[in-house]
């Protein structure tokens, strides 16, 4: 199956996702990503890295195996059950793609990974479907160095993509709260900006709180905020850009 084409069709957001996956990593592991686009991607373009499938669903992983079979892959492992049990090859470089579910799921899986020892810092690719914030606010308290974040748009919505590394002792470079990714002169960020503001707003007036009404006042003063004082610039509050 490697002939280092990519054959598999990835939209621009799984695109962006498999870009930033680092070109040293010998073992990915795709955790609950679109039917596997990703680690199928993987195996036709590097022939030395291992995947590990992951999914819940049977089914899918029972079609994956098909689809593997069929082209005739190897150099992968399908593992069907919670990602939350999936366990990291304790040597090499590993990656792990998290993309697409939820803010609680996506923090029990990203713990249960942070809590395992590998020889080796693994790197983690995440980017959740909703509520992005909340694990945003979990990876600034978490063992984590921020690697790099971007923001990509695909169909009228906007994903923020974060990757981070186990840190090592002594080292680390904190996760904002808020995304230190913006660009205010492009409009998909704006819009992206705007709906985190509604969302949120939305919950405060359901359930009034402290913490969502800052969570508001933030996203609101990014929106308004100068875009060469954006990177920089800290907010004296519980929370900072």
Request: proline content about 4%; glycine content about 6%.
């Given at each position: 199956?490697?002939?280092?084409?990519?054959?598999?069709?990835?939209?621009?957001?799984?695109?962006?996702?498999?870009?930033s996956i680092p070109g040293q990593t010998d073992h990915f592991l795709d955790l609950c990503c679109d039917h596997g686009s990703l680690g199928r991607a993987v195996l036709e373009t590097r022939?030395?890295?291992?995947?590990?499938?992951?999914?819940?669903?049977?089914?899918?992983?029972?079609?994956?195996?098909?689809?593997?079979?069929?082209?005739?892959?190897?150099?992968?492992?399908?593992?069907?059950?919670?990602?939350?049990?999936?366990?990291?090859?304790?040597?090499?470089?590993?990656?792990?793609?998290?993309?697409?579910?939820?803010?609680?799921?996506?923090?029990?899986?990203?713990?249960?990974?942070?809590?395992?020892?590998?020889?080796?810092?693994?790197?983690?690719?995440?980017?959740?479907?909703?509520?992005?914030?909340?694990?945003?606010?979990?990876?600034?308290?978490?063992?984590?160095?921020?690697?790099?974040?971007?923001?990509?748009?695909?169909?009228?919505?906007?994903?923020?993509?974060?990757?981070?590394?186990?840190?090592?002792?002594?080292?680390?470079?904190?996760?904002?709260?808020?995304?230190?990714?913006?660009?205010?002169?492009?409009?998909?960020?704006?819009?992206?900006?705007?709906?985190l503001i509604q969302f949120y707003d939305a919950q405060q007036n359901r359930n009034r709180t402290d913490d969502t009404a800052l969570i508001v006042e933030h996203y609101k003063k990014i929106?308004?905020?100068?875009?060469?004082?954006?990177?920089?610039?800290?907010?004296?509050?519980?929370?900072?850009?």
């Amino acid at each position: 199956m490697p002939n280092n084409q990519l054959k598999t069709r990835l939209g621009k957001r799984l695109k962006a996702l498999y870009q930033s996956i680092p070109g040293q990593t010998d073992h990915f592991l795709d955790l609950c990503c679109d039917h596997g686009s990703l680690g199928r991607a993987v195996l036709e373009t590097r022939s030395d890295c291992h995947v590990t499938f992951n999914d819940l669903r049977p089914g899918i992983m029972n079609d994956l195996a098909e689809l593997l079979q069929r082209y005739q892959a190897h150099n992968f492992t399908l593992d069907t059950g919670p990602a939350q049990q999936v366990q990291l090859p304790v040597q090499g470089q590993s990656t792990v793609m998290l993309a697409g579910i939820g803010d609680e799921q996506a923090i029990e899986i990203i713990e249960s990974l942070l809590a395992q020892q590998t020889e080796q810092p693994c790197r983690l690719i995440i980017s959740p479907a909703t509520k992005v914030h909340y694990v945003r606010s979990f990876l600034a308290s978490a063992s984590v160095s921020l690697e790099q974040e971007s923001l990509v748009t695909e169909n009228r919505r906007t994903y923020e993509v974060i990757s981070v590394r186990k840190a090592l002792s002594g080292e680390k470079k904190p996760v904002s709260r808020f995304g230190s990714a913006w660009a205010l002169g492009n409009t998909d960020h704006q819009q992206h900006l705007l709906k985190l503001i509604q969302f949120y707003d939305a919950q405060q007036n359901r359930n009034r709180t402290d913490d969502t009404a800052l969570i508001v006042e933030h996203y609101k003063k990014i929106l308004k905020m100068p875009t060469n004082l954006l990177l920089n610039r800290r907010i004296g509050h519980a929370y900072c850009i």
